[in-house]
């Protein structure tokens, strides 16, 4: 829940920095994803491992620039949807629970 609202409140902030996705502030949008990325690749001494937050950061930054611009991504764009798809399903589901009855505790059974 906390989750999908500082994704919610990053989205509406980047929204405010690009609101008419003009060139110049889709640019500053790649700047940004692609500054992000480093610092990723900085941690990294292998293959890069995304947090939820860098996740968090790259999706929102998806869905304010522009695809022909999503050449910045180090990721394909199927997962940065991906990622998407699952911050909105986070917000959505409700824990699972097996069928039934739940299951009595062994010191009160008789």
Not at 55 to 67: C, G, H
């Amino acid at each position: 829940m906390f989750a999908s609202l500082l994704y919610l409140a990053l989205l509406r902030l980047l929204t405010l920095v690009a609101p008419n996705y003009r060139s110049d502030d889709a640019a500053q949008i790649e700047i940004l994803v692609l500054r992000h990325e480093l610092g990723v690749l900085r941690r990294q001494v292998k293959r890069p491992v995304y947090r939820s937050r860098d996740r968090a950061l790259l999706a929102a930054a998806s869905r304010i620039l522009p695809r022909e611009r999503w050449g910045a991504f180090l990721v394909r764009p199927e997962t940065l949807l991906r990622w998407h798809r699952s911050l909105v399903a986070r917000k959505w589901t409700r824990p699972h629970r097996l069928p039934g009855r739940p299951a009595i505790d062994p010191r009160f059974a008789g």
